[in-house]
């Protein structure tokens, strides 16, 4: 579980503690259209955290790979951040796509920077540089900077 952080929806914090299967099962197979269902919620958290639990514990289907794609594309940056970073295991040649979407913006979450450091792709260093200078956030400064690294180091 995230620190106190939690979304809206029960049936979300069932699946953060694997007290619901999302499995082949019909039981689980119902868990996973509703968590993917979730991924279009009105309420940002459960969007958030249905696209977080439907990359980590989300079958490799089409099915799946389609609603991180469409969450990529939220409103809502965390949101987004959740999906590339799955999507990197999944596709990554639309993840780094994505990657550099969000990189040429001015406000970039840690997911990105993830991303960005699991891709280890050098097409990132430009737009890694700008983030990777001190901005008073220690947190953040690192996370770019390892990002940066990576990226460099390809």
Same mark, same amino acid.
């Given at each position: ?13 069932? #699946?953060?503690?694997?007290? #619901?299967?999302? !499995? ?11 968590? #993917? ?10 969007? !958030? ?75 990132? #260093? ?14 953040? !400064? ?10 460099? !180091?390809?």
């Amino acid at each position: 579980m995230r620190g106190g952080y939690l979304p809206a929806s029960n049936f979300l914090v069932s #699946v953060a503690n694997e007290e #619901v299967p999302i !499995d082949a099962s019909d039981f689980g197979q119902a868990n996973l259209n509703l968590l #993917v269902e979730l991924t279009r919620d009105a309420d940002r958290s459960n969007r !958030d955290w249905a696209t977080m639990l439907l990359g980590h514990k989300g079958p490799q289907t089409d099915e799946v790979s389609e609603a991180l794609r469409r969450a990529a594309d939220d409103e809502d940056e965390y949101v987004r951040g959740e999906a590339i970073q799955a999507l990197v295991e999944r596709n990554r040649a639309s993840a780094l796509d994505l990657v550099r979407r969000e990189l040429a913006k001015e406000f970039v979450c840690v997911a990105i920077f993830d991303a960005a450091a699991e891709l280890a792709d050098p097409s990132l #260093v430009s737009l890694l540089e700008p983030f990777a200078m001190p901005s008073g956030d220690d947190y953040m !400064d690192g996370v770019a900077r390892h990002a940066l690294a990576k990226c460099k !180091d390809g």
